[in-house]
C-alpha cells in the first residue's frame, strides 16, 4: 500500500491550480532534459503508459480506500519542480555519517537529489551473481535481468504515486542476488535531498531480485537537508523467489516540511 507521511505545509509556497496538470507540465520538462538514445526510448512506452494511467485517475482523495484517513490537499496545492542537478560542492563523506550504517562498511548508493553519485558511494567487489549498482546504468546497458522486472510488481495500475513514479523513471539502485548466493554485510541505499529554490519531488526507486535460496538485507535510507517543502515520492520492488529470504528496513529523516509516500 502506498503511505504519505504527512509534514506541516506552510505559506509562500508556489500554489497549484490543477494538480493534475501542472504534473503533465512537469514530465513534459522532465522528459526534455532526457537523452535522445536507445536506452532512453526503451523506457519511453513504458513511462507514457504509467504516466497515462495516472492522467486517467489523478491524485488519490479520502473515497480511495487506502487514503481515507490521509489527506493529500496540501500537496495538491503545489506545484513541484525536478530539484536542479547536485551542487558543485557535494556533501562529504564526514557529513554523511551520521546517515550511515554503524559496524564495517558494507556497500552503499548514494544518490543526491535523484541522481547516483559514484563518489559518495562504496561498490566494492561483490561475490559472483551479486550485483550492487546504479539502476541507471543497468538500463542503459540493457540489462535483460532488469527489463524483465522493472516496473512488474510495483502495481501502477491499483496506485497512483506508483505510476508517478514509474512516469519519472530514469534510474535508481539495483540490487540483485543470484542463487544460492548470501551477502555478508547489508546494502545501504541512502537518497539525500538537499536545499532548492522552491519546491521540489524525487522519485526513488529501488529493485530488489533475490532468486531462489539467496540471502539479503537492504537498508534504504531517506533523509533530507531541504527545510522547505518538497515530495518525495519512492517506490521499492521486491522480488522474492522461492526459498529466498530477505529483510528490508526502510529509514525516513526527512525534512520538517516534507512528504514522503512510499
Known amino acids: 500500500r502506498e503511505r504519505a507521511r504527512r509534514r ?11 494538480p493534475v496538470n501542472d504534473w503533465l507540465e512537469a514530465f513534459a520538462a522532465f522528459e526534455r532534459g532526457l537523452d535522445d538514445d536507445a536506452p532512453a526510448r526503451r523506457l519511453q512506452a513504458l513511462r507514457h503508459d504509467a504516466l497515462e494511467h495516472f492522467r ?27 530539484p536542479c542537478p547536485p551542487p558543485a560542492a557535494l556533501p562529504t563523506s564526514a557529513q554523511l555519517e551520521p546517515l550511515l550504517l554503524a559496524g564495517p562498511a558494507g556497500p552503499l548508493l548514494t544518490f543526491v537529489d535523484g541522481r547516483f553519485v559514484p563518489g559518495l558511494s562504496r561498490q566494492p567487489p561483490m561475490p559472483a551473481g551479486v550485483t ?21 510488481h510495483a502495481a501502477c495500475r491499483e496506485r497512483p504515486f506508483a505510476a508517478l513514479n514509474t512516469a519519472f523513471l530514469d534510474g535508481g539502485a539495483l540490487v540483485r542476488v543470484a542463487s544460492g548466493q548470501a551477502l555478508a554485510m547489508p546494502v545501504q541505499v541512502l537518497s539525500l535531498r538537499t536545499p532548492q ?16 535460496q539467496a540471502q539479503v538485507a537492504v537498508v534504504e535510507s531517506h ?16 522480488v522474492v523467489q522461492p526459498g529466498a529470504r530477505v529483510e528490508h528496513v526502510l529509514i525516513q529523516q ?5 512528504w514522503h509516500v512510499h
Open 223 to 238: 533523509a533530507g537537508w531541504d527545510d522547505g517543502a518538497y515530495l518525495t515520492n519512492a517506490v521499492t520492488e521486491l
Open 254 to 258: 526527512e525534512g520538517p516540511r516534507a
Open 132 to 152: 550492487v549498482a546504479d539502476l541507471g546504468a543497468a538500463l542503459r546497458a540493457g540489462d535483460p535481468g532488469v527489463v524483465a522486472h522493472l516496473a512488474r
Open 56 to 82: 486517467s485517475v489523478g491524485l488519490p482523495s479520502s473515497r480511495d480506500e487506502d487514503w481515507r484517513h490521509t489527506s493529500l490537499a496540501p500537496i495538491a496545492r503545489l506545484r513541484f519542480a525536478l
Open 197 to 212: 529554490a522552491g519546491p521540489s519531488h524525487a522519485h526513488p526507486r529501488l529493485l530488489l531480485v533475490a532468486e531462489e
Open 8 to 18: 506541516p505545509t506552510g505559506a509562500g509556497m508556489t500554489a497549484a491550480a490543477d
